[in-house]
């Protein structure tokens, strides 16, 4: 048995905290991409997510291509950051440490959609019935947990810890139960 000391770090620098070994591990809904296997070495992947596109209710939109020219919010360093950068130069990004001022933004007409996680989305439309999720996502992703290249030892510890919980059904409590948080 081990000791837990959580660590509140901004998103964007979380790969960074792991890689360098401020962290032992990073636990924080992260997407398993070919980038970040450069950097770190990767759990088993626990949970599959869609990035789903947010906007008032009034909008006509379908897809992210329709937001070409406009402003899109999203998490700093967050999956939806990534490819939006690199696959939609065209989507003005607005980036945000937190999805709160993401979603007062867009309640404002300060920006015309956030691109996220379907989870929180589906959060954020319950407390907001004046935005809806648009149909079509824009990928989907899938989670792991990420520790330091080369520490093999921790990584087998929590790749059999998370085979645990995912076959015994608590994975996806969890998810649900803190998913507010």
């Known amino acids: 048995l081990k000791e837990?000391?959580?660590?509140?770090?901004?998103?964007?620098?979380?790969?960074?905290?792991?890689?360098?070994?401020?962290?032992d591990f990073a636990a924080a809904g992260l997407s398993i991409t070919e980038e970040r296997l450069q950097e770190v070495d990767f759990s088993v992947e626990y949970a599959v997510s869609k990035q789903v596109i947010v906007v008032k209710d009034e909008s006509s939109a379908e897809s992210i291509e329709d937001f070409n020219g406009k402003k899109v919010a999203?998490?700093?360093?967050?999956?939806?950051?990534?490819?939006?950068?690199?696959?939609?130069?065209?989507v003005e990004l607005v980036q945000h440490k937190k999805y709160l001022l993401a979603v007062e933004d867009l309640k404002a007409d300060k920006v015309d959609a956030i691109v996220l996680d379907s989870l929180p989305a589906e959060e954020i439309i319950n407390k907001n019935p004046e935005l809806k999720i648009l149909e079509k996502e824009v990928l989907t992703?899938?989670?792991?947990?990420?520790?330091?290249?080369?520490?093999?030892?921790?990584?087998?510890?929590?790749?059999?810890?998370?085979?645990?919980?995912?076959?015994?059904?608590?994975?996806?409590?969890?998810?649900?139960?803190?998913?507010?948080?």
Do not use: C, R
């Open 141 to 181: 992703d899938k989670y792991g947990i990420a520790v330091q290249k080369g520490n093999t030892e921790l990584l087998n510890q929590i790749n059999e810890v998370l085979n645990e919980l995912m076959n015994s059904g608590k994975i996806q409590e969890y998810t649900i139960n803190y998913l507010g948080e």
């Open 74 to 90: 999203v998490q700093l360093g967050t999956i939806a950051d990534l490819v939006l950068s690199d696959e939609n130069p065209e």
């Open 4 to 23: 837990l000391e959580i660590k509140d770090t901004d998103f964007d620098s979380i790969i960074n905290e792991v890689k360098t070994g401020k962290a």
